[in-house]
């Protein structure tokens, strides 16, 4: 596959804003709107290094996918799993921040072969991201969550096919597979099945069953790591991951957070990647 090199997105600048929205669109997740001094540009699989600006600024901003951008107003979805999510909950509307982007070498536009699409909690946005810039009636994009209050139905087209770990209440006229995204997919895609491209983001066990997947189907396979990070733009390699071609490590930030899984070392995997 041709990866798009980081270097030909437009380089990050650090931007100061303030939060302009910030609102519950599932039981865990939210839709975080920011209104920042200059437009940020930027392709599916590209995040940013969001920070509280003065008063309680994190000692590191936090990495967020980018979900959409209209003007100076640009579009996250998070979790609150930590110290730093909370705060930006808390923050509220009119909070200053600070954001790095765009960062990292994004997901590559589409090319003649259908895609799929395997997301899983917050790695949702920059799938979302993709599906609605580059989405084709023959891709197939699949998002799994924890239960029917976890996803964010409202987000999700009628296109999008629901996985969810535990049964429960769906809205109207929605189904759910129970099971994982990847049994979804495996549910929907016979072995028969015509080449795919996947597309994956999520926690490692979603990532690896990706890579299963296609690697079992003779198909390619991008996925997008999740590791914490420090700077976001390659010097601290606190987001090292282990690279197939020689035994070392590739930045996270800088070197992906997109992947053809092929260049992974999946056995030496082990940390991270599990929001
Ligand atoms: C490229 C990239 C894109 C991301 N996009 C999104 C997004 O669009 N929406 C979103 O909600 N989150 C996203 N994340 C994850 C997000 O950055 C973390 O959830 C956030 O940094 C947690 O900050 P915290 O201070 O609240 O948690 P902390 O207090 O730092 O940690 C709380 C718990 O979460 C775990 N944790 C923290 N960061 C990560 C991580 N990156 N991977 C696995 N476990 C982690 C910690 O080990 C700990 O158990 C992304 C991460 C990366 C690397
Ligand atoms: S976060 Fe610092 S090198 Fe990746």
Redesign the pocket.
């Known amino acids: 596959m041709n990866m798009p090199a980081a270097a030909t997105a437009p380089p990050a600048r650090r931007l100061h804003g303030a939060i302009a929205a910030e609102v519950p669109v599932s039981s865990s997740m939210r839709r975080l709107e920011l209104e920042l001094e200059e437009a940020v540009p930027f392709q599916p699989g590209q995040?940013c290094m969001l920070n509280l600006a003065g008063e309680p600024a994190?000692v590191f901003g936090?990495?967020?996918?980018l979900?959409a951008a209209e003007g100076r107003r640009l579009s996250?979805?998070?979790?609150?799993?930590?110290?730093?999510?909370?705060r930006l909950r808390d923050a509220g509307v009119g909070a200053p921040v600070t954001c790095l982007a765009p960062l990292?070498r994004p997901f590559p536009a589409p090319d003649p072969r259908p895609h799929l699409l395997l997301a899983g909690g917050?790695g949702l946005?920059?799938l979302l991201a993709w599906a609605e810039r580059w989405g084709r009636p023959s891709d197939l994009c699949c998002a799994g969550g924890r239960d029917g209050d976890d996803l964010p139905w409202g987000l999700l087209g009628s296109s999008w096919r629901v996985s969810v770990d535990r049964p429960g209440a769906l809205p109207a006229g929605r189904q759910a597979f129970d099971g994982n995204v990847v049994e979804l997919a495996r549910s929907l895609l016979p072995a028969s099945a015509p080449e795919r491209v996947v597309l994956a983001c999520g926690p490692l066990p979603l990532l690896r069953a990706a890579a299963t997947l296609a690697a079992e189907r003779g198909w390619d396979c991008l996925v997008?790591?999740?590791?914490?990070?420090g700077c976001g733009y390659g010097v601290c390699r606190g987001?090292v991951v282990p690279r197939a071609s020689d035994g070392g490590y590739a930045t996270?930030c800088k070197d992906g957070?997109v992947f053809e899984a092929r260049g992974l070392d999946w056995t030496r995997f082990g940390g991270?990647?599990?929001?």
Not at 62 to 65: E, K, V
């Open positions: 995040f994190l936090r990495p967020f996918s979900l996250l979805l998070y979790k609150v799993v930590g110290r730093g999510t909370a990292g917050v946005p920059p997008s790591v999740e590791e914490r990070m987001c996270a957070p991270g990647g599990g929001t």
